[in-house]
């Protein structure tokens, strides 16, 4: 059995319900604390605060779907420390769905970000979730104050833990919402805070970073029970991605400090970048049983059959509608000449599926479910009489085995898909179908086929290739990118991609690029799009860079004819709409969205919390 993250997860939630009556309320500070708190004793020892603090590994999204498992992850329901979300969606891969990238690949599934449909709500899980885990952290904290049982580096280490823990949460609001009600001590019924103006977002920010660099220095990995613990990398890992976000926030949105975060980020990726290779199999990085010892992978959730468990693969495998890459996304994939779909000379065009996908980044392969056609007979298959109808299929075989990602595609059950793209408005089969002919399977995995929503591949939390693109940003933003830098990040990726790398002075012509943007920081932005796409970062990413016109554009898919049809196998896609209604032309399920309103740029504060506390104020744009 794997030596599961979350092997103690029964006895932590009895442990939690013993220590911790969870209270009624929805509100976010629990204004009539009620609960009855753990003794003393948790706290003097080693043992005890290392199962009281398992809980806090909870507020990772990883690969768990919010509000799946018998609402354990409820605001003041069994747990006292819950799942945040990635973005606006229950489903880290969900998030992507926001942004310009992807899409759900159904009808009538527009983002509602994107469309100007958000309202302010009552109460938010958002909001009430990294409050109610920030309790539990703080009552650690507390209980450590007063401990006299520990030796110093013991109870610093745990203390550091409970640190990065709180940063964790409160830059979770922080980027949600902007200005926050910070809290750094356990609260009771007098506690002023319960009635506290917000913080001003550079207060927030900088507690949040002294908070990280406190617990980098002084964590202490033998206090652990296992490597697969919160760590001096583990928190460098982080401080690299909350660095990048709060500087390039900073900078885009005309604010101070830009430099304090973008350093730290840097420093941050300079002790992360020689201590850790690439995985040489981007795929297995997310859909492997076992993720110890997978290069590159700095911290991961674990998974088991009846312990711990997930459906992000499961996602991929169904009859829902499923996720989406726009055609915007697939033209960011660069040929293995380096040059773009516009520029290279391997580029055959994309009115035919098979050219469209030739000699791209291994990327593609990896996230995009390659064309193909089968003939099914008892649930086996064969080729058809077209041998371009399997083009895909050695090229699949040597980059990925049975268990993963060979063809043709299969459901939860094993049953088989006769063509991919199988569109969902003229579907062969009622499962794997997609809108916009780039299905979305870079979580699809046969680990587990006859029993669904029952996933049990590792998800990596921290991994070195979002710390590569994540430095390579700060130092361009920083005005210290150069070629050296490129061959320590991009080009490394790019040589697992099977790309020739990237020349820096020299970058490929573009005619998509953003005028605003420097060739060289699109390319980085590029990079940064392909390496982590449909991993929840890129509507925070459109967030930061203050870019919501992106989210203007109407979402394409891939060029269809209407009027042909593959007549061995019934193959076509009449009812599929076209951009301008034309017979031939790119998919195009949604229309032209409104434009972007800038403040949408923060996320409103929920209205039950504004009438519990007169101190408050509400993001600007969300007054009712």
Request: aromatic letters at 12%.
């Amino acid at each position: 059995m794997k030596n599961n993250i979350k092997y103690i997860d029964k006895l932590l939630v009895a442990l939690a319900l013993i220590l911790m009556v969870s209270c009624d309320t929805e509100e976010f500070l629990d204004r009539s604390p009620r609960e009855e708190l753990p003794g003393q004793d948790v706290f003097n020892n080693s043992g005890s605060i290392r199962t009281y603090a398992w809980q806090f590994y909870d507020a990772f999204p990883a690969y768990d779907q919010r509000g799946w498992y018998g609402g354990t992850d409820q605001v003041h329901g069994s747990k006292s420390t819950i799942q945040l979300r990635r973005g606006v969606s229950n489903l880290a891969m969900w998030a992507d769905n926001d942004s310009d990238l992807m899409m759900r690949g159904g009808q009538n599934t527009e983002s509602d970000w994107i469309w100007n449909r958000v309202d302010t709500p009552n109460s938010s899980y958002d909001y009430s979730a990294a409050y109610q885990n920030i309790r539990a952290i703080n009552l650690m904290l507390d209980g450590l104050e007063k401990s006299t049982a520990l030796q110093e580096a013991e109870l610093n280490h745990w203390k550091a833990v409970g640190l990065f823990f709180r940063a964790y949460n409160h830059s979770d609001l922080l980027n949600r919402y902007g200005d926050i009600v910070y809290v750094d001590e356990l609260l009771n019924d007098a506690s002023d805070e319960l009635y506290a103006a917000r913080t001003p977002r550079d207060e927030v920010a900088s507690m949040i970073l002294g908070d990280l660099i406190w617990a980098r220095d002084h964590v202490e990995s033998s206090f652990n029970d296992h490597s697969n613990a919160i760590n001096r990398d583990a928190i460098n890992a982080f401080i690299s991605r909350f660095g990048l976000r709060e500087g390039t926030w900073r900078k885009y949105h005309g604010l101070g400090e830009v430099n304090k975060y973008l350093e730290a980020s840097v420093a941050a990726g300079e002790e992360l970048l020689p201590k850790y290779q690439l995985h040489p199999n981007y795929d297995e990085v997310f859909n492997s049983e076992d993720l110890s010892g997978v290069n590159g992978v700095i911290l991961y959730k674990r998974y088991e059959e009846g312990i711990t468990v997930q459906r992000t693969t499961q996602e991929t495998r169904n009859g829902n509608a499923g996720e989406d890459l726009t055609k915007k996304a697939a033209d960011l994939y660069l040929m293995t000449d380096g040059q773009t779909r516009w520029t290279s000379t391997l580029f055959e065009g994309d009115d035919s599926f098979n050219a469209e996908t030739r000699n791209r980044d291994l990327r593609f392969y990896y996230t995009i479910t390659p064309p193909y056609i089968v003939d099914l007979n008892g649930g086996q298959w064969n080729p058809t009489a077209n041998p371009s109808d399997a083009e895909f299929f050695p090229l699949m075989k040597s980059l990925s085995d049975d268990l993963h990602k060979t063809l043709p595609s299969d459901d939860w059950r094993g049953s088989l898909t006769r063509a991919q793209p199988n569109f969902v408005l003229n579907p062969l089969e009622g499962w794997n179908t997609t809108a916009t002919g780039y299905r979305c399977w870079k979580f699809y995995n046969r680990l587990v086929t006859g029993n669904n929503n029952v996933d049990i591949n590792d998800a990596p939390i921290f991994r070195i290739g979002e710390v590569m693109v994540n430095y390579a940003e700060a130092m361009y933003e920083l005005g210290r990118f150069n070629q050296t830098v490129a061959d320590e990040t991009i080009n490394l990726l790019r040589d697992r991609g099977g790309v020739a790398h990237l020349a820096v002075g020299a970058e490929p012509s573009d005619p998509t690029r953003d005028s605003d943007i420097t060739p060289t920081l699109w390319e980085i932005r590029r990079e940064r799009a392909i390496e982590l796409m449909a991993e929840g970062f890129r509507f925070d990413d459109i967030r930061r860079w203050r870019k919501g016109s992106y989210l203007n554009e109407q979402k394409l898919g891939r060029w269809i004819d209407k009027t042909s049809t593959n007549l061995n196998t019934g193959y076509f896609f009449s009812s599929m709409p076209i951009q301008n209604g034309a017979d031939k032309g790119y998919i195009a399920m949604d229309g032209v969205p409104p434009i972007w309103p800038e403040y949408y740029y923060l996320q409103p504060i929920p209205i039950n919390e504004l009438i519990l506390n007169s101190n408050l104020t509400q993001n600007p744009g969300w007054e009712q």
